[in-house]
């Protein structure tokens, strides 16, 4: 096949089977090889929307089949679709993304960046991805131009003009840029894993701006990072995680995968997934953080004495509160906390959350929250427990930091199973298990 036919076909995978997948990546990988051999395909789809197939040689990840599958919030909609067009072809131009080497009438085959990382969902393979060659990783996709994008948040914003009067008043480094908590390029909040159907996605943030609660927590000011680096307008990955980063066996290199949320936006919005996901009190202990967030520092070439890195550690754990998966989060099924006291399309069947009688509100969670953030700023021992131990950690043994409301929703939440992701036991039984779990990391 000639090269041209290669660069744009209308060709078309979709409903096409295994085999037929593979007979045309193998085409394109060793169209100019001597010798052509046939890929064996795996498929690895995700939530997405999109189909994933991975082609291998001898196990050797070689190239990418992407085939457009089922409408989903992360696909469904032009606002999206422009962004994540956008954002690949700069992270291909910066080499943070892979080259295409064909694009069909609804797929396209990119080559692989190597291996998978993973020792598990929540750890990294410390061998092939050392903290201190993650934290490169992170700063190099930080150091990508950002111009790009400048157009596209004014094009969102004024796509509804009562959410525009909400957040344009907003610094740039608060966290109601994050698009899949805010939703305000599309109106569709991730809703977590599957991504639940669009109308409950669209009747959730419906229930958000009619309450008030959406105004309320966009525009906290406690919850906007103070450290300078954190504040720091980059290119967000939104979705840094240990199966989304590869290793090179011939560069020995790391890179980044999946760019479905890739926008731009304050630095310390790539730290709040990480430390529930990976880096948090739960997965590590507290050496590797600072490790990590030094180099950080370091690579991306900011300060990193010892006052400055404790402002990014605690702007990373204050981050938790705000972060699309974090404790105000719109993925929980038990309950989305901003708005607990109503119903709404994603709460379980008899949580307290969705009766009027369920204390605190939506509206009061902020509130109470806030006060809890401003205690951990102003206090010197509670600043160095939640950068030590977590804040949500802290602020559970610590009883809500004297607030009765604060501390029973926190128990609430724990028997509800929502707190396991910040290091905190399902049992009131157990002890918290986050210290001795990160002893042995």
Not at 159 to 178: F, G, H, N, T, V
Not at 382 to 404: A, D, H, P, Y
Request: overall charge neutral; aromatic content about 8%; hydrophobic content about 40%.
């Amino acid at each position: 096949m000639s090269k041209n036919k290669f660069n744009k076909t209308e060709l078309s995978l979709k409903n096409a089977t295994l085999k037929q997948i593979g007979e045309v990546a193998s085409d394109v990988f060793y169209e100019y090889r001597k010798e052509k051999r046939n890929l064996s395909i795996k498929d690895v789809s995700g939530n997405s929307g999109a189909q994933t197939f991975i082609c291998l040689e001898n196990n050797v990840p070689k190239c990418i089949v992407k085939v457009k599958g089922t409408e989903s919030i992360m696909n469904s909609h032009p606002s999206t679709e422009k962004r994540v067009l956008l954002a690949t072809e700069v992270l291909r131009e910066n080499s943070i993304a892979p080259p295409i080497l064909m694009r069909g009438s609804d797929f396209h085959i990119e080559k692989s960046s190597g291996i998978s990382v993973m020792k598990d969902f929540f750890h990294f393979n410390s061998e092939l991805a050392p903290p201190e060659k993650i934290a490169k990783l992170l700063a190099k996709l930080h150091s990508v131009p950002t111009e790009w994008y400048k157009d596209l948040r004014e094009e969102f914003l004024s796509r509804d003009e009562q959410i525009k009067l909400i957040l344009q008043p907003m610094p740039s480094y608060a966290p109601c840029w994050c698009l899949p908590w805010s939703a305000f390029d599309t109106g569709m909040p991730i809703l977590g894993v599957g991504n639940p159907d669009q109308e409950a996605a669209k009747k959730v943030f419906n229930l958000l701006i009619k309450t008030g609660v959406y105004k309320k927590v966009m525009q906290c000011q406690e919850f906007l990072p103070s450290s300078n680096p954190a504040r720091r307008e980059v290119v967000i990955h939104n979705d840094f995680k240990p199966d989304n980063v590869l290793y090179d066996p011939e560069t020995k290199e790391l890179s980044v995968i999946d760019y479905d949320l890739v926008q731009v936006g304050p630095a310390i919005m790539d730290f709040g997934l990480p430390y529930m996901m990976w880096l948090g009190s739960r997965f590590t202990n507290f050496e590797y953080r600072k490790n990590f967030i030094k180099t950080y520092l370091i690579e991306s070439n900011l300060p990193s004495d010892q006052s400055s890195l404790e402002d990014m550690m605690l702007d990373c754990e204050i981050n938790t509160v705000v972060a699309f998966p974090g404790l105000l989060s719109n993925i929980y099924d038990a309950e989305v906390p901003l708005l607990r006291g109503i119903k709404h399309p994603t709460a379980r069947a008899g949580a307290l959350a969705s009766s009027s009688e369920a204390s605190p509100t939506g509206l009061e969670l902020v509130d109470l929250l806030a006060d809890a953030v401003k205690k951990v700023r102003t206090n010197k021992d509670l600043k160095s427990s939640s950068i030590k131990n977590g804040l949500v950690v802290t602020m559970f043994e610590q009883e809500g930091f004297g607030s009765e409301l604060l501390n029973s929703w926190l128990k609430e939440m724990r028997r509800n199973k929502m707190l396991r992701l910040f290091g905190i036991s399902e049992n009131e039984s157990e002890p918290l298990f986050v210290s001795e779990h990160a002893k042995n990391k």
